[in-house]
């Protein structure tokens, strides 16, 4: 496994919500049991100043009253949980739940219900001394002291988690980052393949998929050691987000054997849903499910849609900073390029269509169309334009008003 591969691997399981809290615990129990190994280096006067018996109905009173706080945050995920796929798109449910304050809180209350519960079954077993109390008692105030941050925090991410703007703005942030990540390293350190959509190279064969599903990570690195092996070339031909089956070709293989095609199909990490990493456009497409759900007659939220929109122009204005093709990290691999129109079809589309009965919207997606004219470069400003005017067609079969489509001409001609 190369390290791209490993640092992805490593960066998801991470995100896993058992994954905190089990270190948490593991920490609690570590540090509980410890007291008993640093209790030789506490004076004899320390146990007699500080009543060691003390740490016990402080132990009791933290795995009691940590058990019903653990329960309450999980109940309260799970209901956050539930109004981000009700009210703002299944596709984002996934950041709720990785969301790092409530695993970290979850992870604290756990871990300090641990904490308790270990100390209490060691001093009741006559683990510790009188000195090792007198430790235990000193990391008990230490945990109470994490318990009081912890639940401040809490208390404070409570009153936003899973509403509807802080989970926009979750996948906002989400889609920002791999946006900037593609920005920086355009064709995931690749050379370009600028003829891609001509079709596969002469003389090249293809490796097929081996499952059905999308591709999630692409080891760029895995597929340069098989190129530089023989002296071969590897062209990308699925890139993180694409659906894939074993009839579709994920790249074709210039100068390489048979042998090789196992190798290059281990590279591709395929699972059943598009993820964040790597895939800058299935951020503009949650962005776009959220605007159409908010304009849909059952929730008819155009504010929510217009401050879609505005994400979606700051995350489109990453990419269209651009920067200077740079010296390919594996030479012999070639990947193509996203192309504009592409980010514009999978941010725009959507709310354009269901948006384009109400004047607001129609009116913020021309502002947001003229905004995005006038950065990157003439590729970017094409796909404006083109969208501009998709958008003012699907408003005049909509609107019936001939004031709101004067408005939305106005704007559009801006």
Not at 30 to 55: E, F, M, N, R
Not at 65 to 80: D, N, P, R
Not at 140 to 163: A, E, K, P, Q
Not at 262 to 268: D, L, N
């Amino acid at each position: 496994m190369s390290a791209s591969r490993l640092s992805w691997t490593l960066s998801r399981l991470m995100r896993r919500i058992w994954f905190r809290a089990s270190l948490f615990s593991l920490g609690a129990v570590v540090t509980a049991l410890l007291a008993a190994v640093v209790s030789p280096a506490i004076p004899p006067s320390a146990s007699s100043k500080i009543g060691a018996d003390a740490v016990d109905n402080i132990l009791g009173i933290i795995a009691a009253s940590m058990l019903g706080v653990t329960t309450f945050s999980l109940g309260a995920m799970v209901s956050a949980f539930s109004a981000a796929t009700s009210n703002v798109t299944p596709r984002a449910s996934r950041l709720v739940v990785e969301d790092p304050t409530t695993q970290n809180a979850l992870a604290a209350f756990l871990g300090s219900f641990l904490f308790a519960l270990v100390g209490i079954v060691a001093i009741s077993a006559g683990f510790y001394d009188e000195a090792g109390r007198v430790v235990l008692f000193a990391v008990t105030i230490g945990v109470i002291v994490l318990i009081v941050v912890t639940l401040v925090r809490w208390i404070d991410h409570l009153s936003t988690l899973g509403r509807v703007t802080e989970t926009t703005a979750q996948v906002e942030q989400a889609a920002a980052a791999a946006m900037r990540d593609r920005r920086d390293n355009p064709f995931l350190g690749a050379a370009c393949w600028r003829d891609a959509a001509s079709g596969p190279p002469e003389g090249t064969t293809p490796v097929f998929a081996s499952e059905i599903g999308y591709v999630q990570h692409v080891d760029m690195a895995a597929l340069a050691e098989v190129a530089d092996e023989t002296d071969g070339r590897v062209f990308v031909a699925a890139l993180p987000g694409v659906f894939v089956d074993p009839s579709r070709p994920v790249a074709w293989l210039a100068g390489l054997g048979e042998d090789a095609a196992e190798h290059v199909r281990a590279a591709f990490a395929i699972d059943d849903v598009r993820s964040f990493d790597q895939d800058p456009r299935f951020g503009l497409c949650v962005l776009s499910e959220i605007g159409s759900r908010a304009l849909s007659p059952g929730i008819n939220d155009p504010g929510t849609a217009i401050d879609v929109i505005g994400r979606g122009v700051r995350t489109l204005a990453i990419w269209a900073e651009g920067r200077p093709d740079a010296e390919p990290e594996f030479p012999r691999v070639f990947a193509p390029s996203i192309e504009p129109d592409d980010l514009f079809d999978d941010l725009f589309n959507g709310i354009a269509r269901d948006g384009a009965g109400v004047v607001e919207v129609g009116v913020r997606l021309q502002k947001a169309f003229r905004t995005l004219e006038g950065i990157g470069d003439g590729r970017f400003a094409s796909a404006a334009r083109r969208h501009s005017r998709l958008a003012l067609e699907r408003a005049g079969t909509a609107l019936k008003i001939e004031d709101d489509l004067r408005r939305l001409r106005a704007a559009a001609e801006a």
